[in-house]
Nanobody, 124 residues
Framework: QVQLVESGGGLVQPGGSLRLSCAAS????????MGWYRQAPGKQRKLVAA???????NYADSVKGRFTISRDNAKNTVYLQMNSLKPEDTADYYC??????????????????WGQGTQVTVSS
């Protein structure tokens, strides 16, 4: 099965840094755009950053200048480097990928895949 697994979340003090990783695995044909979303308690899930297979990026205004998204196509992995973290960055962070892959022997499809999320807490 095709899946996304996030890692790197945790507790960090304001002004600190974290690096999130999301690795895609399984029978993958192609990975197009990948991104990071976050959802705080009682809030809607929102886009944080996205990156295309060619390296073009897009960021939410709230994280511009602080976060950097990157990807390693050879490893099917996307990263989110988060610097100068603020308490308002506290949320569950989810990896998303537009992928063409197999969920079974013959079950190939292109769709949006989601990771299970990793928690980021920014607090002193």
């Amino acid at each position: 099965q095709v899946q996304l697994v996030e890692s790197g979340g945790g507790l960090v003090q304001p002004g600190g840094s974290l690096r999130l990783s999301c690795a895609a695995s399984g029978r993958i044909v192609s990975i197009y755009e990948m991104g990071w979303y976050r959802q705080a308690p009682g809030k809607q899930r929102k886009l944080v950053a996205a990156i295309t297979s060619g390296g073009s990026t897009n960021y939410a205004d709230s994280v511009k200048g602080r976060f950097t998204i990157s990807r390693d196509n050879a490893k099917n992995t996307v990263y989110l480097q988060m610097n100068s973290l603020k308490p308002e960055d506290t949320a569950d962070y989810y990896c998303n990928a537009d992928m063409d892959g197999y969920s079974g022997t013959y079950s190939r499809s292109r769709k949006l895949y989601w990771g299970q999320g990793t928690q980021v807490t920014v607090s002193s």
